[in-house]
């Protein structure tokens, strides 16, 4: 149980462009997302908790209009990146409180989605 | 701030060869502290919760163990299998619930 689907897990674009990634929770409803970006033997940096029906809250640093998160519902939130460039490219990793088990480490991962700008 | 850092950065063992990654942790008041495990190109893989000082947990070849300032994780006689980068969080009595993360050991085990 408490699964996060996470699509697309690789994707290409070039610069300019807008990319969304997509994070489901399959078997229970996420009021509350994470949204993490992890550079190569670097830990996971978050980003911005995504809430549903509300604004997403954003780290320090991190682009509120660059990095657009929408949780429109209790079982998806989306992270577009827009007018992608190739300092974006990254590895993106959402994660999901499961209901009742934050105290106890109750976290679960999406699979993650490879960006590469070209 | 809420800090955690792991050590070593990089581990290679042969199969068989036990041994142990480090996890030391600085926050004002520690609630939990999580061991995931992640392979290549995924996300992190939950393992191990870990409340209080001189409490163990094990599972298959691994045991996490913690005190009032770091966190092993120990794994004996390891399986090229479980070769993948060990992540160590650390969730803090204060403010919200969002762990924060260590950079990880990153293990290769070689048969």
């Known amino acids: 149980g408490a699964v996060v689907s996470q699509h697309p897990s690789r994707v290409i674009c070039k610069s300019g462009t807008s990319v969304k990634i997509e994070c489901r929770s399959l078997d229970f409803q996420a009021t509350t997302m994470f949204w993490y970006r992890q550079f190569p033997k670097q830990s996971l940096m978050l980003m911005a908790t995504s809430n549903e029906g509300s604004k997403a809250t954003y780290e320090q640093g991190v682009e509120k209009d660059k990095f657009l998160i929408n949780h429109a519902s209790l079982t998806l939130s989306t992270l577009t990146v827009t007018s992608a460039h190739p300092e974006d490219s990254s590895f993106y990793i959402c994660s999901a409180r499961i209901p009742g088990t934050a105290k106890l480490g109750g976290y679960t991962f999406g699979s993650g989605t490879r960006l590469t700008v070209v | 701030e809420d800090q955690v850092t792991q050590s070593p950065e990089a581990l290679r063992l042969q199969e068989g060869e036990s041994s142990s990654l480090n996890c030391s942790y600085t926050v004002s008041g520690l609630r939990g502290l999580f061991w995931y495990r992640q392979d290549p190109g995924k996300g992190p893989e939950f393992l191990f919760t870990?409340?209080?000082a001189g409490e163990e947990k094990e599972k298959e070849r691994l045991k996490a163990t913690l005190t009032k300032k770091e966190s092993f994780l120990h794994i004996t006689a390891p399986k090229p299998e479980d070769s993948a980068t060990y992540l160590c969080a650390v969730l803090s009595s204060g403010g919200s619930y969002i762990p924060t993360f260590g950079r990880g050991t990153s293990l290769i085990v070689h048969p």
């Open positions: 870990l409340y209080s």
